[in-house]
């Protein structure tokens, strides 16, 4: 046995000799570089471009191993003489006996060094690589089929100590879009790649964009676990870092996660996806904000169908949890809707982690908020249903969403139970009849510009109910406002309804858009209590008692005083069982009675307010100037006409009230007024509307009580005989008189 086995061992010996001996000859004798020719000439009829090669090695043992550098593959007619992709060196080998016995396929590192691939679109649409597509049906068109040959390796065979490419780029330029982009510095390493076998992947680029300018340091790292039976991928410590710039913002991210994918399913599943993005810039508050996201995301491809379950995003002080659906995301109507909570926060400190110092009335406010909701959204719209929201002691519910991203469309109907708005106001400028300049100059009211740009930008329709409300003071209670009108150029309305102090309100607004706006004014208010109002609205008391009133006005323009000079409209008041406050009217009267009986020196301490019964009032406005003769007022003293101008743009008044003291009465005070039974003292109001000046006109309170002497004088019976006598002297002349004894003469 021992003669046979040796002669065996001699013939294989002498076979592999004569393998290795041909193998050599083929490595010595065997040139690749001659086949260039018909090697472009393959290409040519594959692709229909040019192929240049530069040097080709060939080696043979251990490894049959090809490299070649500096291959060209020309770019399609109208893009210029840019190649569509080179590469500067590429090498691959196999294993030679493993493939020769056992039909293993063991392959080398595969390398590419230098690969470089332009990519572009035309003005037109073309692209470079559709005459590629094109060529490859055509050639597909015109070739048999080929006979089927049965697989001499099998898949599971294959072997491959990994891949480098080091230095690529890929570039994509589109004239039509006006859009660039470039890939460089392209490096990719892997591990040994054998099926179902886990290997690891290093990769890292640079990514630019031209337009926007954009440019970042991309790289992912992680462990790649194929299962090619089960057509399913995992992944172990998969990261992907992110680190550029875009838009003078500076970024850097990183995603950590876990991808597992069943490709047969195209289901794909980021399992603890943890992403934390840092965003600076000179417009970031304080220069740098961090933004985190959890969560585990799953998406079936086929279906369109995603849910990110335990999602979590935090910023600052913020935090938001959410369990969000969608469905038809591959179709054409995607939809997304899930629960939404953003925990309880304090907005103040939110601001102010962000650089916004805030100034409000109330320290105190902003101190707490927080949300909870339904959202569902479309690619055009988003809503939030069941709403229930928290701002310090104000609870907020109902819906709210935007009906049209493009137009930002809102859409709401949203109930509150009860807010101080006050509280988060700036606090109160001492001077309110001027406006701060950024200079620090001061300049009058009607210089201010009216919210014009803001009215035309306003694109809602919704309600909110306030069931309590303070703004400006105001304490206002079941209030309704209404916002309507869509569109930039469309009429918009705002409507309000509220009950406040004891009475209601009706208010209608409406903004007419143009190149000089327009706004009409519409308001009632009903049996309100006049003191308590005034005082919140104004800071002073001019009148109290039950009071209505109503306007109907309208105007234009840009600014405050613009409007006020085109102002038209009516104006009407009344109240009942009251007093005007600053003055006493009593006393005025007092004091003209004493200067009528010559008493310059009069001089008494009361209450500087006149009581009246009712009053009523109204005028119509004309051009800013509001003009009114029909003021009506009665008390137990007297009763007062009055007639005269307020002129809003210069807000000054020229009017003349004139109160009749009323017969057997008593003025306030309980002081007798006998000497004036009757008699009307005007009285004229001039100066400022906020502070008028008053003058009592005792000159035609004069002539009144002259007259009135006269007309008592003409009532004697014995002067009326005289004056008789006397007429007809005049007129008849003198008769004789029977002679009688003298008499005295008298002076009359």
Do not use: C
């Not at 003669?3 to 076979?15: H, N, Y």
């Not at 390796?153 to 890929?170: K, P």
């Not at 919704?462 to 400006?472: A, F």
Request: charged residues 25%; neutral net charge; proline residues 5%.
């Amino acid at each position: 046995m021992a003669k046979p086995l040796k002669i065996v061992l001699l013939v294989l010996g002498s076979f592999v000799l004569l393998v290795v001996a041909a193998l050599l000859a083929v490595a010595l004798l065997f040139d690749p570089n001659d086949y260039r020719d018909q090697i472009r000439a393959a290409v040519k009829e594959e692709t229909g471009r040019e192929l240049t090669l530069g040097d080709i090695q060939l080696k043979v043992f251990p490894w049959l191993r090809v490299s070649l550098a500096d291959a060209r593959l020309g770019n399609a007619p109208g893009f210029g003489d840019v190649p569509f992709a080179e590469v500067r060196k590429a090498s691959v080998g196999v294993k030679l006996m493993p493939l020769l016995f056992d039909k293993q396929l063991q392959v080398s590192t595969v390398t590419l060094d230098g690969l470089h691939v332009s990519l572009a679109k035309n003005a037109e649409g073309l692209s470079n690589w559709d005459d590629l597509l094109q060529h490859a049906r055509q050639q597909k068109e015109e070739k048999p089929p080929k006979v089927k040959v049965e697989a001499q390796f099998s898949l599971d065979s294959l072997d491959i100590d990994g891949v480098t490419v080091d230095d690529a780029a890929v570039v994509y330029d589109d004239a039509q879009a006006g859009k660039h982009y470039e890939l460089q510095k392209l490096k990719l390493k892997t591990g040994t790649l054998r099926p179902s076998d886990p290997f690891d992947l290093d990769l890292a680029a640079t990514v630019m964009s031209k337009t926007p300018a954009a440019q970042a340091d991309v790289s992912l790292s992680g462990t790649i676990k194929p299962d090619l039976k089960a057509n399913k991928l995992d992944t172990d410590g998969l990261k992907l870092g992110i680190q550029g710039k875009a838009l003078d913002y500076d970024i850097d991210t990183t995603i950590k996660t876990r991808l597992v994918a069943d490709l047969a399913a195209q289901v794909f599943n980021l399992d603890a996806l943890d992403v934390e993005a840092k965003l600076g810039g000179k417009s970031i508050p304080n220069g740098s904000q961090t933004v985190r996201l959890g969560g585990d995301l799953a998406y079936n491809l086929k279906e369109g169908a995603l849910r990110f379950a335990n999602g979590k995003l935090q910023a600052a002080d913020l935090t938001l949890t959410t369990d969000i659906s969608g469905r038809e995301l591959n179709g054409e109507h995607p939809q997304l809707s899930g629960p939404l909570t953003i925990a309880p926060f304090s907005p103040r400190k939110l601001l102010e982690s962000f650089g916004t110092k805030l100034d409000t009335a109330d320290p105190k406010a902003l101190a707490q908020a927080g949300l909870q909701a339904q959202y569902s959204g479309t690619l055009s719209s988003a809503r939030l249903q069941n709403l229930v929201a928290t701002l310090d002691q104000t609870r907020i519910t109902g819906d709210f969403g935007i009906a049209d991203f493009k137009t930002l469309a809102l859409a709401f109907a949203l109930q509150v139970d009860s807010i101080d708005a006050d509280r988060y106001l700036p606090p109160k400028s001492k001077d309110k009849e001027k406006v701060a300049t950024p200079d620090g100059e001061k300049k009058d009211l009607n210089a201010v510009q009216l919210p014009a740009e803001m009215l035309q930008k306003l694109n809602a329709d919704g309600t909110i109910d306030i069931g309590k409300l303070v703004v400006d003071k105001l304490k206002l209670s079941d209030i309704r406002i209404k916002l309507s009108g869509q569109g930039a150029q469309t009429v918009k309305q705002q409507d309000l309804s509220a009950r406040l102090y004891g009475g209601s309100v009706k208010l209608t607004h409406r903004y007419t858009p143009g190149a000089t706006p327009g706004y009409a004014l519409k308001t009632q208010l009903s049996s309100f209590q006049a003191g308590p109002f005034l005082q919140d609205f104004t800071g002073k008391d001019y009148v109290s008692g039950i009071a209505d009133f109503s306007a109907d006005v309208s105007g234009r323009g840009k600014t405050v005083g613009e409007l006020r000079r085109t102002l038209d409209g009516q104006l009407a008041a009344q109240a009942k069982n009251g007093a005007v406050k600053g003055f006493n009217l009593g006393q005025i009267i007092r004091k003209g009675e004493a200067m009528l009986a010559g008493n310059l020196n009069y001089s008494e301490t009361s209450t500087p307010e006149t009581d009246f019964t009712t009053i009523s009032v109204s005028g119509t406005l004309n051009n800013g100037v509001l003009h009114s003769d029909d003021l009506n007022a009665a008390s137990p003293l007297f009763r007062v006409g009055g007639a005269g101008d307020i002129n809003l743009v210069d807000e000054t008044i020229n009017y003349t009230a004139k109160p009749t003291v009323v017969e057997t009465s008593k003025g306030q005070g309980g002081k007798e007024l006998a000497q004036l039974n009757g008699v009307t003292i005007p009285i004229r109001l001039s100066g400022s509307l906020w502070k008028p000046k008053y003058k009592v006109d005792i000159e035609d309170a004069v002539k009144q009580k002259a007259a009135e002497k006269v007309r008592e004088k003409l009532n004697d019976p014995e002067v009326k005989q005289k004056l008789n006598d006397k007429l007809n002297d005049l007129l008849f002349g003198k008769k004789k008189k029977q002679e009688k004894p003298a008499e005295p003469q008298t002076t009359p």
